[in-house]
């Protein structure tokens, strides 16, 4: 199987001489959820969950960077560089040592989660840390952005959306032919929900699928710029990944909503730890925090009302637990216990019988 | 698509009853490495590496685990056990969640690494750690699963080995329905070779391919069982995930190599470490340290002249890396660096023009 572009060739604008940086993304699995369908109560629900956390640097970054570098290495960049602390940086990195690029990657001081970071480093990503902001760090990418050989591959480059595109052939692939009747999505920066969107209308348009679903966006509370009508100067969430108060693609996101007739709505830390919760101890999937923003946002809308009866439903989880595993031992449920390697004890403490 | 069992069910031997709890494992990436035949010297070599890093809980494991579980599931089971500190763990306690059924984990004290064992913690396992070092962990789980209603899920399961019979179907339906020529792969407790050999020769059998490969497995050089041709009483490598002294599948290993004519030998730390790190900058593959014995067997293979010109090499990663982000921060070869957000200073430093 290989990546997404030579899989979806035709949806790409490109000649066969076309150099593909690919490190087999995508064809991520499609996992039936049958713990969150019942807990919803919406009659005849089926849910799926698009694990996008199985991509090649664990999330669906990949799906854009395949194409975005892939690019650069065709108009002849010996740079890539990108603004990040966390995905981006980590999928930029791993293209560009595939493609032979040198990585910059500018990160503001002290936001640096350092599992993801450590991905960065083991892939030799050039690192500079700025005492500023993540948007004097995007800054700064403009400005080196125009150096000689240089390509920025941050989400203003816009064949990231269109390699993302493809999660939405996917999932459509995965489900026999046919679109889900409402997709779940987080809303950060809003180039997924975006992507998404534009891959269903691709698809339909070339007749793959007959119909197109609802797109149900959701935004952390505290990060919530599209919900509330305007910039967030402080985001704050626990949900990193979607830390974003001034989305990029913010039309991209008020499109979809309004053309599919779904809804950009937000989610409070509470709701989303639940669903982290909930999508590791039910379904035996770990996510990251703001990847569960999808699954708490289908519960969300269940309770309001807004999910038909016997509907195919996908929610979108877009980054791998691993990424963050400080989390997953704070939300944890489990105790670790220390005893005497005494089976009798040990046992009469799990409550067996021997 | 589905997970390993239904895609190969005429594999296993199961009715159409069978229960099967599955996150969709398998269907993991056989990604091509031209940086690493291009290092190997070998003329026309083509290296292709099967990154089992992108299963649902970030290792092979789960190719193992779900027919155990599966199998625990329809004898009525109602606990899972096991003894590991990590990647085992992390597998029964996903499965274990995904079956409704409690899972029990019993721990060496103080061999715990946190981000792995954060797996465990979120799907809501049991934890228990015992004053004790892994064999006695091992005890304690022999005796417990005695108990009404457990069954045990360590390797000890010979079910497990069946389940990771499918990564070598795997292999040769990527390659055409081929068999490599040579297949190398990290040993520790040896089942993974044992299951790979097992799945190899099924497959000939079966008429789906028409050769079997040569099976090269490397220890680490401080655990080095089969190698030495006895026990390790304390084991020692970096590569965690491999650093057993007294190989439960020492036979199996052993038959891979001489019914196959192939090789069991070692790997140092620094061999694994430079394997490591070429994966991570020069191919952009992110892997568990114990992982990458296979690509430091492969270069010591070739600079031994063991593996012929124009050959189809696989190598297995077995981990993600992602399991051990301290290591990749330890080995990582960048270094971050503090500046102003000043662009003239940082082109400078990153030795850009602009």
Known sequence: MSGVIERYRSFFDINAQFPIVTLNEGNTPLIQAPAIASKTNVPGLQVFLKF??????GSFKDRGMTYA???AKAQGAT????ASTGN???SAAAYGARAQLKTLIILPEGKVALGKLS???LYGADIVEITGNFDQALDVVRILGKAQGVAIVNSINPFRIEGQKTGAFEVCDQLGGKAPDYHFIPVGNAGNITAYWLGYKAYHAAGRIQSLPKMFGYEAEGSAAIVKGHKIENPETLATAIRIGNPASWQGAEAARDESGGK????TDDEIVAAYQFLASKEGIFCEPAS???VAGLFKACSQNLVAQNSVVTCVLTGNGLKDPDNAIRFGKSEKITLPPDPQQIATHLGLTL
């Open 264 to 267: 950009i709505d937000c989610v």
């Open 119 to 121: 991905q960065a480093i």
């Open 79 to 82: 740079h890539i560089i990108c």
């Open 88 to 90: 981006t940086s980590a």
């Open 52 to 57: 996008e956390g199985l991509n090649p640097t």
């Open 292 to 294: 569960a923003a999808s």
């Open 69 to 71: 570098v892939s690019q």
